[in-house]
T-cell receptor
């Protein structure tokens, strides 16, 4: 059962544009929502993460928007660059207890930024 | 500061064989989690090791087993390989703080397993 749904599957953006990737979750026990970036042949690298007590978090060109009532969160990449071309994964982590650290990932979005 | 390392990089096996993958966590980390990433999919949690014990497990059969050593490094073993076991196997490390695994997980480059 997929608990985190990610869209779109692929995204093409022109250099300088805004890339937007969306995720929706079902499990209200999730309390930590990271985004990972993965280049071909590499492991996922943490980009930015948010907790449900804030609605937005910004780090450089990357912003997470979080809507707790809708159980949705999104990644915005401002001023997208060709070097941002990669696969992006949203993920969610359950709160507390021994389940902590058990990340559930979305299906991934392949981002292509054209120069 | 060494990050998470995994070996081997690539591996080719045939159905029915057994395989062992290895992981060394990031310096200072004591918890290791293993994930399976099929082509075009997001990683799926296999299990997590802390203090040389399996703390939690995902929805994977008993053919998947692991071990953690006193130096925090870990092994993933898969028995009776199936074609469907072909995937990128990722190791992630983190640090337990006050009895809970820290949120931030650092991933290694993975081991690409191909089962023929």
């Amino acid at each position: 059962q997929q608990q985190v749904k990610q869209s779109p599957q692929s995204l093409i953006v022109q250099k300088g544009g805004i890339s937007i990737i969306n995720c929706a979750y079902e499990n209200t026990a999730f309390d930590y929502f990271p985004w990972y970036q993965q280049f071909p042949g590499k492991g996922p690298a943490l980009l930015i993460a948010i907790r449900p007590d804030v609605s937005e978090k910004k780090e450089g060109r990357f912003t997470i928007s979080f809507n707790k009532s809708a159980k949705q969160f999104s990644l915005h990449i401002m001023d997208s660059q060709p070097g941002d071309s990669a696969t992006y994964f949203c993920a969610a982590n359950p709160a507390g207890g021994t389940s902590y650290g058990k990340l559930t990932f979305g299906q991934g979005t392949i981002l292509t930024v054209h120069p | 500061d060494a990050g998470v390392t995994q070996s081997p990089t690539h591996l080719i096996k045939t159905r029915g064989q057994q395989v062992t993958l290895r992981c060394s966590p990031k310096s200072g980390h004591d918890t290791v989690s293993w994930y399976q990433q099929a082509l075009g999919q997001g990683p799926q949690f296999i299990f997590q090791y802390y203090e040389e014990e399996e703390r939690q497990r995902g929805n994977f059969p008993d053919r998947f087993s692991g071990h953690q050593f006193p130096n925090y490094s870990s092994e993933l073993n898969v028995n009776a390989l199936l074609l469907g076991d072909s995937a990128l196997y990722l190791c992630a490390s983190s640090l337990v703080i006050s009895g809970r695994a820290a949120i931030e997980q650092f991933f290694g480059p993975g081991t690409r397993l191909t089962v023929l």
